[in-house]
Nanobody
Framework: QVQLVESGGGSVQAGGSLRLSCAVS?????MGWFRQAPGKEREGVASILTGDSTYYADSVKGRFTISQDNAENTVYLQMNSLKPEDTAMYYCAAKSGGAWYPFRSDLYRFWGQGTQVTVSS
């Protein structure tokens, strides 16, 4: 069983930065960050595989960075140059094994409760 607790969301002006944290209890081979804006489908933002392979949505490449601190059992999403279109509820997700399909949300078994990110223009 894996438990995930997100933190770090908030409100920021366009061009600003936020760092989301996901505290992980239990083993997870793959971690992902997803987001869902009102009226839109959930979409993958970034994913990291044990061994530090990472994958990003085109919309966030060069602005967001996913990383993990194994000593702290925490996964981070550093978000820079934020845009109003980044406004969404952000979710941390985990899967313990299987092939790496970074943005197949149906393959992630464990989910956090979400943290809201609001970017104003």
């Amino acid at each position: 069983q894996v438990q995930l607790v997100e933190s770090g969301g908030g409100s920021v002006q366009a061009g600003g930065s936020l760092r989301l944290s996901c505290a992980v209890s239990g083993f997870a081979r793959t971690m992902g960050w997803f987001r869902q804006a009102p009226g839109k489908e959930r979409e993958g933002v970034a994913s990291i595989l044990t061994g530090d392979s990472t994958y990003y949505a085109d919309s966030v490449k060069g602005r967001f960075t996913i990383s993990q601190d194994n000593a702290e059992n925490t996964v981070y999403l550093q978000m820079n140059s934020l845009k109003p279109e980044d406004t969404a509820m952000y979710y941390c997700a985990a899967k313990s094994g299987g092939a790496w399909y970074p943005f197949r949300s149906d393959l992630y078994r464990f989910w956090g409760q979400g943290t809201q990110v609001t970017v104003s223009s």
